[in-house]
């Protein structure tokens, strides 16, 4: 079983950064691929970025490709979203997510609510 805790999201003005992190609980992070997922209001809840166990490769949506990066460190069982030049559309609630591969996941964060003022 692993247990995820997002850090506390908030509030950024367009064209702002922020850094979302996850901390993983149990002994095999290092064995999970991770990923963030969002869910904006009214809307279906959408991929954003994956990494796979090691961190070798990466994979984002198009609405974030180039803005975006993920990164983990499974030292410190945290998997990171560094998200920059934020767009109002990015307002959303942000899920971590863990599993076998990029694509399939099993375990999810409680969410944690990120808004961009225009």
């Known amino acids: 079983q692993v247990q995820l805790l997002e850090s506390r999201g908030g509030l950024v003005q367009a064209g702002g950064s922020l850094r979302l992190s996850c901390a993983a609980s149990g002994p095999t992070f290092s064995s999970y691929a991770m990923g963030w997922f969002r869910q904006a209001p009214g809307k279906e809840r959408e991929f954003v970025a994956a990494?796979?166990?090691?961190?070798?490769?990466?994979d984002y949506a198009d609405s974030a490709k180039g803005r975006f990066t993920i990164s983990r460190a499974n030292a410190k069982n945290t998997v990171y979203l560094q998200m920059n030049s934020l767009k109002p559309e990015d307002t959303a609630v942000y899920y971590c997510?863990?599993?076998?591969?990029?694509?399939?996941?099993?375990?999810w964060g409680q969410g944690t609510q990120v808004t961009v003022s225009s």
């Open positions: 990494i796979s166990w090691g961190g070798g490769r990466t």
């Open positions: 997510v863990a599993g076998a591969t990029m694509v399939t996941y099993n375990y």
